[in-house]
Structures are given as C-alpha cells and as structure tokens.
C-alpha cells in the first residue's frame, strides 16, 4: 500500500491556459475525491466518484473543472482557460465504500499567473 | 448545511503543556467526526476519529470525545512535544464527503 498519489506536485501555469492533475488512489479504495485548499483554511469539497461513478459535484466547480475516472482507477481534474482565482491546492483523496475515513495525497499546488 | 467552527488560532504552547483545540459543528443526522494533521510540507493526515455519541477516538496521546448535546469534538493532549507543531483540522462526515473546519496552528516551543 502506497497511499495516494498526486502528479504533478506543484503546476504554474499562465492565466488562460489548460492545466490537468492526476491522482491514484489507494488500489483497493472505490471512492475517490477531490477537495481545494486555499491558504489559511480548510479543504473545500469539490467532487466524488464511487467507481468511475460521479455521484456529486459541489456549486465550487465551475463550468471550467471536469474530473474524470474511467476506468474507477485513477482520477483527473481538468481546469480549462485558468484564472488567478483558480491559485490552489488541490487534494485528492479516496476510501472504501462504507467507511468515512478518507485519506489524503499531498495535493498539487496550483499558481496561475 | 453542514458546518465546522474550530477556534480563532493560532495557539502557541511550551513543551509538556495541556493542550485543547475546541471543535463544533452544525449537521443534520449524526455524522462522524474527525480531527487530521497537517505537518508541515507534509498531506493530511489522519488523527483520530468517533462515530457516535459519547465515542472517544484516540492516537498519538492526542484524544477527543463526541458530544451530541453540545455538538462538540474538541481535540486535547496532556503534554505535547515540539513535534506535535501543525495545523490541525477538525471534520465530519456527511453523506460521502467531509466538511472541514478553518485549521488551527499549533506551535511547541522547547
């Protein structure tokens, strides 16, 4: 057991532009999350899958995210045509089915400029 | 919805302090909570965690009990270390996603 992992680690990138992360979660987890962070507070919740299910989506995810998991493996957060606001760190998470505990990767860190 | 309140941080403490960070919560149903770690350059962690009421969750020395009638999960230790220094972050869990407080900053000086 590996935990999760997220790639890349850190991503700057240029107002404008598209920028994707990976995640891979735990290998026996069937959930999989996707949270941001910002500086001084709590990670926010943005999308989860249960297998390559997406079964919720917060009002925080614009038109300009989609996540993707297609094959219930690993995950991708798509941000097209980035904006400062967008300055993040994002953190995936997953879990198994029934069990609230989620853990956590070490995010990537988002700059746009 | 579901909230997380922590209390205003940060909190500064010399080695083998008490230490209290108070957590409460506004939810429909009985959630689970949590408390996880932020060390720093480091993800988050799992502290500990309580399911129902009056469940006390422990790791690490650190403890915290589930109060449904003060709807409270405040996270104490009896003595921290230098290494306990972190962000600490106080969350429940509601219908498949957590809802996470605004952290508090814990520093230990020697």
């Known amino acids: 057991d590996t935990g999760v992992s997220q790639n890349p680690r850190h991503k700057i990138t240029k107002r404008g532009q598209n920028v994707t992360f990976r995640c891979d979660p735990i290998?026996?987890?069937?959930?999989l999350y996707w949270y941001r962070q910002t500086l001084g507070q709590g990670p926010e919740f943005l999308t989860y899958?249960?297998?390559?299910?997406?079964?919720?989506k917060s009002r925080l995810l614009s038109d300009r995210f989609s996540a993707e998991r297609p094959k219930g493996s690993f995950s991708t957060l798509e941000i097209q045509r980035t904006e400062q606001g967008d300055s993040a760190m994002y953190l995936c998470?997953?879990?198994?089915?029934?069990?609230?505990?989620?853990?956590f990767g070490p995010g990537t860190r988002l700059t746009v400029t | 919805g579901d909230s997380v309140t922590q209390m205003e941080g940060p909190v500064t403490l010399s080695e083998e302090a008490f230490l209290t960070i108070n957590c409460t919560y506004t939810?429909?149903?009985?959630?689970?909570l949590f408390w996880y770690v932020q060390y720093p350059g480091e993800g988050l962690q799992l502290l500990l965690k309580?399911?129902?009421?009056?469940d006390k969750g422990s790791n690490k020395g650190f403890e915290a009990t589930y109060r449904k009638e003060t709807t409270s999960f405040h996270l104490e230790k009896g003595s921290v270390q230098v290494s306990d220094s972190a962000v600490y972050f106080c969350?429940?869990?509601?219908?498949?996603?957590?809802?996470f407080g605004q952290g508090t900053i814990l520093t230990v000086h020697p």
């Open positions: 969350a429940l869990a509601s219908y498949g996603k957590l809802t």
């Open positions: 290998s026996e987890h069937n959930r």
């Open positions: 939810a429909t149903g009985y959630p689970s």
């Open positions: 899958f249960q297998n390559e299910a997406q079964l919720e």
């Open positions: 309580a399911t129902k009421a009056d």
């Open positions: 998470a997953s879990s198994l089915e029934g069990k609230d505990e989620q853990y």
